[in-house]
């Protein structure tokens, strides 16, 4: 039989409306006695009926969690991390709802009586019109990835330009001259930004810019297989590839083997995100490290503060990335531009 707020309001001693704010974490309810309340309902193995709840308090203690789309573009680790770092945040207090936003084609489907709050991993600017229709609706919310040019929306991204500068200056110091670029998903911001501080580290070292060098990929493992293959087509093909995820890189390293071709005597490799299989690849991959478990889990609790009406110290938070160097890059003895 399950055990009932008025189970424990009958232990504790206490009305059963004080049982539910104390389970709520209610403020209003004295420190020690919500203490109290919570190791009796933790004794008695209280399941909470969050049905019920919803409807006495108005709440669907249900967060959402979307992605811009869980089809292409959004590789395993990505999405793992993402929702690790969202569902270790929330505990047992909500529900978590994961979603692509893609999937809405009525954005009026949607209120806080479906969502608490939304936590959305955003991936391109066509987020947008789904991102002002939850505002609109007073439904909480915290961009994760992207950047919101919105001062009111908090927004939490990743430094992706400094990240992919930095790989790129890296391979530079180890005389790289012929390096090449495998893009992300072409209306992603983040393939942007990397696609700039690729840029932006060739022109500073006054490196000649190669349009033949820079091939469109989509964040996938055969994407980078088949950008490399296109790449080793050249009649003067690349001493360095910086692959703008490290499922792409994974891709372009089975395309080089394949070609007879050794890494990173022949071709240096670097990937982006520091995804759990870069360690374990032979040569292990040289790449660019970003938390995204930390990056949902710092904007998950910014939701849940917006869901309890307190203050956000900061909007807008821009997480550092850091180069982690591997086996998969070495100096180069080629000098041709």
């Known amino acids: 039989m399950n055990v009932t707020i008025k189970d424990i309001a009958q232990i504790a001693n206490v009305s059963h409306t004080t ?14 006695t919500r203490k109290r309340i919570q190791a009796i309902a933790r004794r008695m193995n209280y399941v909470p009926n969050y049905y019920a709840r919803s409807l ?14 869980l089809d292409r573009g959004t590789s395993p680790d990505f999405f793992y991390n993402t929702v690790q770092g ?11 709802i994961i979603k692509g936003v893609d999937t809405y084609n009525d954005l009026n489907s949607f209120n806080h009586k479906i969502f608490d709050g939304i936590v959305i991993m955003s991936q391109s600017v066509e987020d947008n019109a789904f991102i002002y229709k939850a505002t609109e609706k007073n439904v909480p919310l915290v961009v994760l990835n992207r950047q919101i ?7 939490i991204v990743s430094d992706d330009y400094t990240g992919a500068q930095a790989a790129v200056n890296y391979l530079i110091s180890l005389g790289h001259c012929r390096i090449a670029l495998i893009e ?3 209306e992603f911001k983040a393939s942007e930004k990397r696609k700039q501080g690729y840029l932006d580290a060739l022109i500073n070292r006054n490196i000649p810019l190669r349009k033949e060098y820079m091939i469109k990929g989509y964040y996938d493992i055969e994407s980078g297989y088949l950008a490399m293959k296109q790449l080793l087509g050249l009649p003067n093909y690349p001493t360095a590839v910086f692959c703008s995820n490290d499922d792409m890189a994974m891709g372009s390293m089975k395309a080089i083997i394949e070609k007879g071709l050794q890494i990173p005597k022949d071709i240096s490799v670097i990937g982006f995100d520091n995804n759990v299989a870069s360690e374990f690849l032979s040569p292990a991959l040289t790449t660019v490290k970003r938390d995204m478990t930390k990056m949902s889990s710092e904007g998950t609790k910014m939701l849940l503060k917006l869901i309890d009406k307190k203050t956000i110290e900061q909007n807008y938070l821009l997480l550092d990335t850091s180069l982690v ?9 080629e000098t041709e531009l």
């Open 86 to 96: 969202v569902i270790q945040t929330v505990g047992e207090k909500y529900n978590v």
């Open 149 to 155: 040019d919105d001062s009111q929306i908090p927004n």
């Open 184 to 186: 992300g998903k072409e």
């Open 56 to 69: 006495v308090l108005d709440k669907s203690y249900n967060i959402g969690l979307l992605f811009s789309t």
């Open 325 to 333: 160097i591997r086996n998969s890059t070495c100096i180069c003895i």
């Open 19 to 32: 049982v539910s704010r104390a389970l709520n974490d209610n403020t209003s309810i004295k420190q020690e």
